[in-house]
């Protein structure tokens, strides 16, 4: 239960693109991932406590603290995304589904 890569290296202003594939076989309520690209400095912990209550909108809580994200995925599914690269700095990237954020995050590093 991880990212294939931890570390993203990308230019400020540039288009991203990102496609996540849940290469498992269960269904997204029981074992769904989805990719949460955080806004600089927000604290993570404290984001992902928010999202075990989000269930109705696939863990994602209301405000702004997301930059993308995709949508939750079940195994065998795929999803992708494309966004402007935000300014100079370290983001991070997590998996929001309950208790994932713990094994499945990375950092955006954004030259």
Same mark, same amino acid.
């Not at 075990?52 to 949508?71: F, L, N, Q």
């Not at 966004?83 to 030259?111: D, E």
């Given at each position: 239960?991880k990212?294939?890569?931890n570390?993203l ?6 288009? &991203? !693109?990102?496609?996540?594939?849940h ?6 309520? &029981?074992?769904? +991932? ?6 600089? $400095? ?13 269930? *109705? !909108? ?8 997301? &930059?993308?994200?995709? *949508?939750?995925?079940?195994? $065998? ?16 990237? &997590?998996?929001?589904?309950?208790? +994932?954020?713990?094994?499945?995050? $990375? ?5």
């Amino acid at each position: 239960m991880k990212f294939d890569q931890n570390m993203l290296l990308v230019q400020a202003g540039k288009e &991203i !693109t990102i496609t996540l594939n849940h290469n498992g076989k269960l269904d997204k309520s &029981i074992m769904g +991932h989805n990719f949460v690209l955080l806004k600089e $400095g927000v604290d993570v912990s404290s984001f992902a406590q928010k999202a075990v209550s989000a269930r *109705k !909108t696939e863990y994602i809580p209301e405000g702004d603290d997301v &930059i993308a994200y995709t *949508k939750l995925l079940g195994g $065998g599914e795929s999803d992708t995304i494309s966004f402007i690269a935000p300014k100079k700095g370290f983001y991070t990237f &997590i998996c929001s589904f309950p208790g +994932h954020w713990g094994l499945m995050k $990375g950092k955006l590093v954004v030259k």
